[in-house]
């Protein structure tokens, strides 16, 4: 069993950054595939970045690529996104995912993750 604790999320202006982090606690995190996923009022949850459990490639919603930056530290189990240039419609709660042990396949689908957390509210104000 994993449990994903997400931290970091807040109010901030436009054009200004977070940093949010997603403490996992259970086994083989450097096994998993991790994702950002974000919902915001009245709208579906979407994708926002994954990382890979082998050689940690990257994918991005073309909606936040080259703004935000996905990594993960395997030694603290904690995965991380960094968030520049934030626009009004990032407004969402975000929410960390994990995939079953030596995934592989789709990052960008909710159902290729096993694992989520509670979500952390991020407000970007104009």
């Known amino acids: 069993q994993v449990q994903l604790a997400e931290s970091g999320g807040g109010s901030v202006q436009a054009g200004g950054s977070l940093r949010l982090s997603c403490a996992a606690s259970?086994?083989?995190?450097?096994?998993?595939?991790m994702g950002w996923f974000r919902q915001a009022p009245g709208k579906e949850r979407e994708f926002v970045a994954a990382?890979?459990?082998?050689?940690?490639?990257?994918y991005y919603a073309d909606s936040v690529k080259g703004r935000f930056t996905v990594s993960r530290d395997n030694a603290k189990d904690t995965l991380h996104l960094q968030m520049n240039s934030l626009k009004p419609e990032d407004t969402a709660v975000y929410y960390c995912?994990?995939?079953?042990?030596?995934?592989?396949?789709?990052?960008?689908?909710?159902?290729?993750?096993?694992?989520w957390g509670q979500g952390t509210q991020v407000t970007v104000s104009s």
């Open positions: 259970g086994p083989a995190f450097s096994k998993r595939a």
């Open positions: 990382m890979t459990w082998i050689s940690d490639r990257t």
């Open positions: 995912a994990a995939s079953k042990i030596y995934y592989s396949g789709s990052y960008v689908s909710e159902v290729s993750y096993d694992y």
